[in-house]
Nanobody, 120 residues
Framework: QVQLVESGGGLAQAGGSLRLSCAAS????????MGWYRQASGKQRELVAA???????NYADSVKGRFTISRDHAMSTVYLQMNSLNPEDTADYYC??????????????WGQGTQVTVSS
């Protein structure tokens, strides 16, 4: 089992920044690819960004150039730096851990989510 705990959500103004953190515990952090998903009200959950154990990344087109995913193996933590936020980024953000196949993350474990609200 892997336990994931997100933090760093909150309220930001359009154009502002937030940094989300996800602390992992349980099984070996480096064994898993990690990712951030988000779910806006009334919409399906979507992948925002993912990162392999080796540091390869992929991003949703809507966040490319604005968001950066990174991971710290020593701290067993994955981060999502979000810049140039806009109201369309408002959602619940979830951390996930899982396998990486064909340049895609397949989540096995989920965090409880953290809310991000961007005001215009």
């Amino acid at each position: 089992q892997v336990q994931l705990v997100e933090s760093g959500g909150g309220l930001a103004q359009a154009g502002g920044s937030l940094r989300l953190s996800c602390a992992a515990s349980g099984r070996t952090f480096s064994n898993y690819a990690m990712g951030w998903y988000r779910q806006a009200s009334g919409k399906q959950r979507e992948l925002v960004a993912a990162i392999t154990s080796g540091g390869s990344t992929n991003y949703a087109d809507s966040v490319k150039g604005r968001f950066t995913i990174s991971r710290d193996h020593a701290m067993s933590t994955v981060y999502l730096q979000m810049n140039s936020l806009n109201p369309e980024d408002t959602a619940d953000y979830y951390c996930a851990a899982g396998g990486w196949i064909g340049n895609r993350l397949f989540p096995t474990y989920w965090g409880q989510g953290t809310q991000v609200t961007v005001s215009s």
